[in-house]
Nanobody, 127 residues
Framework: QVQLVESGGGLVQAGGSLRLSCAAS????????MGWFRRAPGKEREFVAR????????YYADSVKGRFTISRDNAKNAVYLQMNSLKPGDTAVYYC????????????????????WGQGTQVTVSS
């Protein structure tokens, strides 16, 4: 059982930046690909970004490409989401998730593919 705890959310003005962190309890953290998802008010949870087990491969939803960066530190059992040029449309609860299955590039964008989830952290972007 992997426990995931997100932090770093908050209130920021449009154009600002935030860095989300997700700490994992699992010693074999490097065995999991990691993803970030978000759920905006009244909407379904949507994919944001994914990073491979080693960190060597990443991919992003078109809506955040060029603004958000996912990274990981396997020595610290942590994954991060650097969010720049934030927009009001980025307002959501952000979740990190762990996927124990290796997948081809471009897959792993569906929440059903992930095995463990954190509780989420609120990000609010004001205009």
């Amino acid at each position: 059982q992997v426990q995931l705890v997100e932090s770093g959310g908050g209130l920021v003005q449009a154009g600002g930046s935030l860095r989300l962190s997700c700490a994992a309890s699992e010693r074999t953290f490097s065995s999991y690909a990691m993803g970030w998802f978000r759920r905006a008010p009244g909407k379904e949870r949507e994919f944001v970004a994914r990073i491979s087990r080693s960190g060597g491969s990443t991919y992003y939803a078109d809506s955040v490409k060029g603004r958000f960066t996912i990274s990981r530190d396997n020595a610290k059992n942590a994954v991060y989401l650097q969010m720049n040029s934030l927009k009001p449309g980025d307002t959501a609860v952000y979740y990190c998730a762990a996927d124990r299955t290796a997948r081809a590039y471009g897959l792993g964008y569906q929440d059903k593919e992930y095995d463990y989830w954190g509780q989420g952290t609120q990000v609010t972007v004001s205009s």
